[in-house]
Each structure stands twice: as C-alpha cells, then as structure tokens.
C-alpha cells in the first residue's frame, strides 16, 4: 500500500535529504525538473513551490533571469524536528507507561495556529480522541511544552504526564485515538517495495538511487504520524515495523552518495 505523493511534501523531502548547508540557494528549474522525474507536471511543481513560500517556508530570490528559493528558519526548524522524529523512529524506548495529555481550547481567530498544531502533534505520534484533546503512549511532556510556546498558544493549552489507571477501557482510547487498520499491511508493502534494493546500490544508475532513496525517505515519514509505537502487549505491529527500520536505514546510507550525485548534477545546471 503506498502513500500517495504529495508535490508540497515532497518538496520539504528533498529539502531535508539533500540540501546542506541548509541556508544552501536551490534553483527553482532543478526542483521541477526533479519533481518531473518524480511524476509531478511543471505546472503541478510550480503551484507547490508558490504555496511552500506562502506558507513563509521558502523564501524566493531573483538573479537575472534564474529564480532560486532559500529556506526560511521555520522550515529550517521544522526540519531539524523532522529529522529527530524520523532518525529516532522504531528505537527502543523507555517504557515508563507514561502517557502524555494535551488539551487546549484555542480560540477560532486562531485557526492556522490550532491546525499547525494538530500537524506536528500528529507528527509526534499524538492521537486525538476528541476535538482539542490529545493524547501519546510516550513521554512527550517537554517535547509538546516547547511547540505550544513556539507557537505562543501556551495560555490555551495545557500538558498532562499521565499513567492509566487500569487497562480496562485502553483499547477503546487507542482505537478512537488512531487508526491502525492496515497498518501492518503498510509495513509489509513498504518494505515488500524497498527491501529488494538492499544490496543493489550499485547497480543503479545516478537517477535511479535518487528516485528510490526519495520515495523511501517520503513515504518512511508516514510511518510516524501513522504508528504510535504502543508498548509490544498492545501493538502488534511491532516486528514489521522493526523490517522496515531496518530497511529504511541501510538504504538511505547505501543510496545517499549516488542520490546526491543526481541532485547536485540538476541543481547545477542553474547554477545552485
């Protein structure tokens, strides 16, 4: 079962595996072009680019007549976040059964601040069981603190560490919290779709470890908004995840150097 690709997404994809420095200028015509390889019309390529600086990720700058963006501190931030949620996924955890809590009640004038913070809760693997409430199977406390302050929201929300009490009733929270159905199928197709590459790194060509390593890193990124990674008696996931970690960190090393071949090469071409 694979993710749909999502041209503004992918975008913040290449961004994060590719750009360093990240104050690097990256020429607009190297992305389409890079989206094209990926699928994405021009036209579908430039509408993603616009809205990525609407929403005040990248910043537009001209040089005659080539177009570059450069990363904004925001998406500088959002990416760093990324990268620790992502590099971090699958790895043993303290299991202290310690849940976290939030609730807040931000108020409607403030829209765009209570949809930023529904998109990285969900990107801590935070479920919500009812409307401004969410919760996490993991210590989250200071994690969550620091977004509501970015976000200058603190006055709206607040934190709870928690333990359940008992277990009757967890089931019927995790199940309203997240959707789980076919999480397991999504691991075995994810890596059913990657695994056969372990290995044959070089045997692809330049463009080809550019395609697979960006498709495996976006579609990796479900994984944490997907899976809450429950405690082993309450996720049975558990083992397909672990394969697909697994796979997920030998291929992003093995594939990096011909993929970033590829992207410089583009990139290049105008001058980035």
Same mark, same amino acid.
């Given at each position: 079962?694979?993710?749909?690709?999502?041209?503004?997404?992918?975008?913040?994809?290449?961004?994060?595996?590719?750009?360093?420095?990240?104050?690097?200028?990256?020429?607009?015509?190297?992305?389409?072009? +890079?989206? @094209? =390889? %990926?699928?994405?019309?021009?036209? /579908?390529?430039?509408? $993603?680019?616009?809205?990525?600086?609407?929403? &005040? *990720?990248?910043?537009?700058?001209?040089?005659?007549?080539?177009?570059?963006?450069?990363?904004?501190?925001?998406?500088?931030?959002?990416?760093?976040?990324?990268?620790?949620?992502?590099?971090?996924?699958?790895?043993?955890?303290?299991?202290?059964?310690?849940?976290?809590?939030?609730?807040?009640?931000?108020?409607?004038?403030?829209?765009?601040?209570?949809?930023?913070?529904?998109?990285?809760?969900?990107?801590?693997?935070?479920?919500?069981?009812?409307?401004?409430?969410?919760?996490?199977?993991?210590?989250?406390?200071?994690?969550?603190?620091? +977004?509501? @302050? =970015? %976000?200058?929201?603190?006055?709206? /929300?607040?934190?709870? $560490?928690?333990?359940?009490?008992?277990?009757? &009733? *967890?089931?019927?929270?995790?199940?309203?919290?997240?959707?789980?159905?076919?999480?397991?199928?999504?691991?075995?197709?994810?890596?059913?779709?990657?695994?056969?590459?372990?290995?044959?790194?070089?045997?692809?060509?330049?463009?080809?470890?550019?395609?697979?390593?960006?498709?495996?890193?976006?579609?990796?990124?479900?994984?944490?908004?997907?899976?809450?990674?429950?405690?082993?008696?309450?996720?049975?996931?558990?083992?397909?995840?672990?394969?697909?970690?697994?796979?997920?960190?030998?291929?992003?090393?093995?594939?990096?150097?011909?993929?970033?071949?590829?992207?410089?090469?583009?990139?290049?071409?105008?001058?980035?």
């Amino acid at each position: 079962m694979s993710e749909t690709l999502q041209p503004q997404d992918l975008v913040i994809t290449l961004l994060g595996s590719y750009v360093q420095p990240r104050s690097r200028l990256v020429w607009s015509g190297g992305l389409v072009a +890079l989206l @094209a =390889e %990926l699928g994405f019309s021009d036209g /579908a390529a430039r509408v $993603a680019l616009t809205r990525l600086v609407r929403r &005040g *990720l990248l910043g537009r700058e001209r040089d005659g007549r080539l177009v570059h963006y450069r990363m904004q501190p925001r998406c500088e931030r959002l990416l760093d976040e990324g990268d620790g949620r992502i590099f971090t996924f699958g790895e043993p955890r303290d299991e202290s059964d310690s849940w976290t809590v939030v609730w807040h009640q931000i108020p409607e004038d403030r829209r765009l601040e209570r949809s930023r913070l529904a998109r990285r809760l969900r990107f801590l693997g935070f479920g919500s069981v009812q409307d401004s409430v969410w919760v996490s199977p993991h210590d989250h406390s200071q994690d969550v603190s620091r +977004l509501v @302050a =970015e %976000l200058d929201v603190v006055s709206f /929300a607040t934190v709870f $560490a928690a333990r359940p009490a008992a277990q009757t &009733g *967890l089931p019927a929270l995790v199940a309203r919290a997240w959707d789980l159905s076919g999480l397991l199928e999504r691991y075995e197709a994810f890596d059913a779709e990657f695994s056969p590459f372990r290995g044959r790194g070089i045997e692809l060509t330049d463009a080809e470890a550019f395609q697979v390593r960006t498709r495996l890193v976006h579609q990796f990124r479900g994984f944490v908004q997907l899976d809450p990674e429950l405690p082993d008696e309450r996720g049975p996931v558990s083992r397909a995840r672990a394969r697909s970690v697994r796979t997920f960190h030998v291929l992003y090393r093995s594939l990096a150097g011909k993929a970033q071949l590829h992207f410089d090469a583009v990139m290049d071409a105008g001058g980035g």
